[in-house]
């Protein structure tokens, strides 16, 4: 019988090293649970449809605005409570398609990965961080080098994306995707010195929310001799061995 074995090359090994474990995972628990495995994912697609459907409406626009629309100009704890549902309310002047692709891909990896309760959190964390940049950004004023202009006091700051970057940046911490992660973090550093906006800081905010999560659980790892450079029993759990 012919051999018909794939040769391993530098770059098959590159993405078996960098991606095994993900693939290995996120492909166990799509094959055998379907879309049991990511219902979080899916409510969370649902209910960004549903804003984006409801907020195009005559009748429903300021009733999105009420419940979701965060602006840092806006009372504090009104911003704390609407801050959750926020992350689900798709930009008026983006394509709903982009946000609800972000949700889905990168919300259904990190369900897999890491559970519904830790996949909200961090979410929530990264979401925040920006939100709250933006507030101490416009207090600051253009003139210092973190600061942000008076003007953006009145944006709306809404969607998902800064919850998208934070939990890509985890989700690559903790499968040992380290390439991929820096190139997310490149990213968002080149979005910001591109386009000077609101939304590019906001992003670099929600990394470094995460980045201190990270750095509190390496520590809290660490201390309890725990630290075995993943979450999942190293790099080689579930990723199946690349074949010669």
Not at 137 to 166: C, K, Q
Not at 177 to 183: D, K, L, M, N, V
Request: hydrophobic share 50%; glycine share 10%; with cysteine.
């Amino acid at each position: 019988m012919t051999d018909t074995a794939v040769p391993v090359t530098p770059v098959r090994r590159f993405a078996h090293r960098e991606w095994g474990v993900l693939h290995a995972r996120v492909r166990e628990a799509l094959v055998t649970r379907r879309w049991r495995a990511i219902p979080l994912t899916l409510a969370a697609v649902a209910l960004c449809a549903t804003f984006q459907v409801v907020q195009n409406q005559s009748w429903g626009y300021q009733f999105v605005q009420n419940i979701g629309s965060v602006r840092s100009g806006d009372p504090f704890l009104l911003s704390l409570v609407r801050t959750p549902l926020s992350l689900f309310v798709p930009a008026l002047d983006l394509p709903v398609w982009g946000a609800l692709a972000q949700i889905l891909l990168v919300f259904g990896i990190a369900e897999i990965c890491l559970g519904r309760r830790q996949t909200l959190v961090l979410a929530y964390v990264a979401t925040l961080s920006g939100t709250m940049y933006a507030r101490l950004g416009v207090a600051l004023g253009p003139d210092n080098p973190i600061g942000l202009p008076e003007a953006d006091r009145h944006v709306m700051d809404t969607g998902p994306s800064a919850a998208v970057v934070g939990l890509a940046l985890y989700v690559c911490w903790r499968v040992g995707a380290y390439w991929t992660g820096t190139a997310v973090v490149v990213a968002m550093v080149v979005e910001v010195i591109v386009k000077t906006n609101l939304a590019g800081k906001e992003h670099i905010a929600a990394l470094l929310g995460v980045f201190v999560v990270m750095l509190v659980e390496g520590a809290l790892r660490r201390r309890r001799g725990r630290d075995d450079g993943t979450p999942f029993q190293g790099r080689g759990d579930g990723a199946p061995p690349i074949q010669s």
